[in-house]
C-alpha cells in the first residue's frame, strides 16, 4: 500500500536496501520522449557519495532501463527502471536485529511488521530507495524541459554553518562542483570540515536543502486537496530523514506583519510579476508564475557510532548500541538531487492534468 505517488505521472517504487535492487516503475509517461540510459546514469550519479563526507558503501550504483523505452524513445507504456544492489554488507544489521537504533525507523517498522520486515541496511526505510526517485526524476526533468521549467537544488545550511545566498547562475554552475553541493563555494569548504569533525566525535549533522523551480506558469494546483504545496509536500516527506518542509518564506511568515510578508504586484516587460517572492511561487495553492521556493529540513543521521540508549526488544531489556557499519555522516548532500527529483516528478504530475504535456510529443 502507498508505493504510489501522482495522478497522471504516477511513480511506484520497489525495493529494498539489502535486496537485489531499488527501482521505480513510471505510469503515464508520454510517448517519443528521448531517452538513453546516460541521461538516467547521469542524474543517479550526482546521489553517489561525496569524498570522505558519506558512507562507505561503493556501489557504482548502475541505472537500468527494464521496460518502456524502445529505439531510444518512450512508448507509452510503463517505464521500469532499476538500480542493482551490490556492494552489500548486513553482518552488522544482523547483530543488531533486535536493538532497534534511536532516531531511525527500526522499532516502528518492526512493530508494524512483526518483524518480518527486511530490516537489512534498513529495508524499505533506506534513504537507497531515493536512488529509484531519482531514475523517475531523470524522466520527469527531460518533460519538463520540453514546456520550459527547469528544477534546481541546493545545500543551504549544514549544521550550524550558513551558506551566502547566490544567484541563478552560480548555482548552476557551482552545486556539483562540491562535495555538499552547496553554491557558495567558501562556505562549502567550512561545511565539509564541520562533517569531518562530526565524523571524528562519532556523531552525524543535519542541514537545509533548497529547492527552486524556474519557468512554472500560472495556474498548476487545484483548491483545496490538490494544491501544489499540499502535493510537493508529500512528495519530499516521502524521502527519508526530511522532517521539515517550508515555502517562501514558511514558518519566518508568523513572526511578520502584513505589510512585509505581503508580495505586492507590479508590471515587467508587460508581465504581472511580484516584487517579493515570500509566497515561494504559490498562492491559494496554484503556482503564481514566480519561481517556486521550498526550503526541506533534513535531520542529523541516526545511526552514529557514540554508544546510545536502546532495548532488545526480544528480550525486553535495556541495551546499549554502537552502530557500526557504513553510514552518511550526513544526509544533506545526497538528498540534494532527490530533492530535485520529487519536485520534477510532482511538477510534472501537474504539468499533466493541466494538459500542459500531450500524450504523443512530435
Ligand atoms: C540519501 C539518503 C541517505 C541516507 N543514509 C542514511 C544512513 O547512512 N544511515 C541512517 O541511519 N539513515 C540514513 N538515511 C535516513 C534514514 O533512511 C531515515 O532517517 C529513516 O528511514 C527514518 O525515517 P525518518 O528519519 O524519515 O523518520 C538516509 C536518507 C537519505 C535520503
Known sequence: MENSLGKLFTITSFGESHGRCVGIIIDGCPAGLP???????????????????????????????????????????????????????SSEYEKMRFLPRPGHADYTAFMKYGGFNDFRGGGRFSGRITAGFVTAGAIAKKLLNIIGIEVLAYTIQIGGIKAEPKGIDEIRENVYKNAVRCADLRTAEEMVEAIAKAKEEGDSLGGIIEGMALGVP?????????????????????????????????????????????????????????????????????????????????????????????????????????????????????????????????????????????????
Open 218 to 362: 500560472i495556474g498548476l494546483g487545484e483548491p483545496v486537496f490538490g494544491t501544489l504545496e499540499g502535493d510537493m509536500a508529500k512528495a519530499l516527506f516521502a524521502i527519508p530523514a526530511v522532517k521539515g518542509v517550508e515555502f517562501g518564506s514558511g514558518f519566518s511568515a508568523a513572526g511578520k506583519r502584513g505589510s512585509e510578508n505581503n508580495d505586492q504586484f507590479t508590471i515587467r516587460n508587460g508581465r504581472i510579476v511580484t516584487v517579493t517572492n515570500n509566497a515561494g511561487g504559490i498562492l491559494g495553492g496554484i503556482s503564481s508564475g514566480m519561481p517556486i521556493v521550498v526550503r526541506v529540513a533534513v535531520k542529523p543521521t541516526s545511526s552514529i557510532a557514540k554508544p546510545q540508549e536502546t532495548v532488545d526488544i526480544k528480550q525486553m531489556k535495556s541495551a546499549t548500541l554502537v552502530v557500526k557499519g557504513r553510514h552518511d555522516i550526513c544526509i544533506v548532500p545526497r538528498a540534494v538531487v532527490v530533492v530535485e527529483a520529487m519536485m520534477a516528478v510532482t511538477l510534472c504530475d501537474f504539468a499533466m492534468r493541466a494538459g500542459l504535456i500531450p500524450r504523443v510529443l512530435k
Open 35 to 89: 531517452i538513453a540510459e546516460e541521461d538516467i546514469q547521469r542524474e543517479v550519479d550526482k546521489r553517489r557519495p561525496g569524498a570522505n563526507i558519506s558512507t562507505k558503501r561503493v556501489e557504482e550504483d548502475k541505472a537500468e532501463i527494464l521496460s518502456g523505452i524502445f529505439n531510444g524513445f518512450t512508448t507509452g507504456a510503463p517505464i521500469c527502471l532499476l538500480v542493482w544492489n551490490n556492494d552489500i554488507d
